[in-house]
């Protein structure tokens, strides 16, 4: 029902933009949320755009470095990460809901099957 897609290998300073798009329903009521995981690590919170205007909150780690927007003419939701240091290596999930605390996994309603981002030289 969501489809994360814009992973790949990158090497240390490089950029991506991952993309999230949705199938069965249209994600412009929704707010989404992308997390990421490491190796061997918890899944954790990265950034929540919200439905409509699309303004977008960060977890510490993630502001500067990383931008949310969306398009919701084309059913898309970005994250655009810039300055990759190899400890950015994860999977990159994207969630959909309504979150009351954007952070908290179990607030989202939808998970898309995540895209893998490497950063190495």
């Known amino acids: 029902q969501l489809q994360a897609s814009g992973g790949g290998l990158v090497q240390p300073g490089g950029s991506l933009n991952l993309s999230c798009t949705s199938s069965?329903?249209?994600?412009?009521?929704?707010?989404v949320g992308w997390f990421r995981q490491a190796p061997g690590q918890e899944r954790e919170w990265a950034s929540c755009?919200?439905?409509?205007?699309?303004?977008?909150v960060y977890s510490a780690s993630a502001k500067g470095q990383f931008t949310g927007s969306r398009d919701n003419a084309i059913n898309t939701v970005y994250l655009q990460l810039t300055n990759l240091k190899p400890e950015d290596t994860a999977v990159y999930y994207c969630?959909?809901?309504?979150?009351?605390?954007?952070?908290?996994?179990?607030?989202?309603?939808?998970w898309g099957q995540g895209t893998l981002v490497t950063v190495s030289s």
């Open positions: 969630a959909a809901g309504h979150p009351t605390l954007p952070l908290l996994r179990y607030e989202y309603d939808y």
């Open positions: 069965g329903f249209t994600l412009d009521s929704y707010a």
């Open positions: 755009t919200s439905s409509k205007v699309g303004g977008t």
